[in-house]
């Protein structure tokens, strides 16, 4: 992506709307809204008024295209860093499709996506980590990633790794001036100090990686399998989940065949939820069944929730238990659904033993809001910190950050080791260099183009 053009694109959803947003970035930004745009005010010249919005006309060449705003804002007090001009024009879809036409006969080339925040990031407008939280605010699906990706939250979290960044820059430059020089008595801190002030650091980083959970669950999501045999009311839980009619549902056992996958928030937590195919002896089913019987199980073994369905109008029989057997063997958090319970319940939480970290008992069908509410409950209970304030304090929530703060996490313990053996400061401060750069790649200091151009490629045309 080069940045020495000037980009331009339409910054509001596609659609009819009150008011659409054409913003342009770059160096000629000025050059070019002057070719578009003429202020009705007598005398008043777009340069002349940084900052400020002007009331003009819209022309391509010499055709009037609308009526709009215009706000000039000149490097480096933008968003980009370079100047940036944005035009308020009616909100129709072929009127806004025609001032951005204008903007690109006049000069302007069109932007990719997320290359306005990119550039801010280049510029050093933003840190990565800012812009990974911008991304998480236009994505946001639940008040808690609002609040997560906040930009009250997210300078909360750039502070305690500047922080740590700090802490260790400033500990490495003592070491290195004992080490270059042992006979001058330099270096802020003795080698027992430069120990205690490692510690001290690692409790910081622990600290940030023991809310990747949380941040997590909210944010990127939770892989949840709906799971049981058939006609035990999947179907009938993945839409009071969803709150929608979004899977057949009759009586008929077998009705599902695929596997139906949903983004839904469930309280606090982002669910990535699929409903499956009843389970059950696949030398039973008919070769359609049997295909979803098998795509069932890939599902599970990549869940990190399962919900299992169970009838508990019906004694537990022969494929339950194997059911449970099953589910026993993975790794995934497991809650028990005892469901159509409207109806004469012979199945009590006691009967599934100890093998569910949570049992609900629920009719899907008559309390569908319950029953959500519920699972949203355990959900919660079990994926998320329930001490941390989101939105307060410092939380961590992207792969990413957890990846490198983990890495700057065990360079600092080689060299805490170090320290403890007794070895020489070389090995420690090797490790001390190590953690730092790791530090630089978690607040976006250092990290390669491809994942740079991985964050930035989720965001939409415009921002």
Known sequence: MAYGHTIAAISTPPGKGGVA?????GEDALAVAERVFAPKRRGAAIKD??????????????????????????APHSYTGE?????????????????????????????EAGEFTRRAFINGRLTLTEAEAIGTVLEARSRDQLRISSAPSRDILAEKIAEIREE??????????????PDEDLGEFTARESLVILTEIDGKINRLLSTYPTGKAICEGIRTVIAGKPNVGKSTLYNAVLGEDAAIVTSVAGTTRDVLSREVSLGKVMLHLSDTAGVRNIALADEVEGIGIERTRAELNKAELIIAVFDASRPL????????????????????VLNKCDLDAVITPESL???????????????????????ASEAERLFTDGSIRVGEEAVIYSARQNSALMRAHVFIGAAIAAYERGEWEDAAASEIERALGAIAEADGRAVSDEVVAGIFSKFCVGK
């Open 168 to 181: 260790l820059t400033s500990l490495l430059s003592s070491i290195f001036a004992r080490i270059d020089y």
């Open 317 to 336: 029989d022969g494929e339950d238990a194997a059911l449970v057997a099953e589910l026993d063997a993975l790794g995934a958090a497991k809650i028990a």
């Open 83 to 111: 100047d940036v001009v944005e035009i308020s024009c009616h909100g129709g879809t072929l009127v806004t499709r025609c001032v951005l036409e204008a903007v690109l006969s006049a000069g302007a080339t069109a932007a």
């Open 353 to 375: 033993g100890g093998s569910f970290d949570a049992v609900i008992s629920t009719s899907a069908k008559d309390s569908p809001t319950d029953t959500a509410a519920a699972l």
């Open 49 to 74: 008024n940084p900052r400020a919005q002007l009331y003009g006309d819209i022309r391509n060449s010499a055709e009037f295209v609308d009526d709009g705003m215009l706000t000039y804002f000149p």
């Open 21 to 25: 947003l054409i913003r342009i970035s």
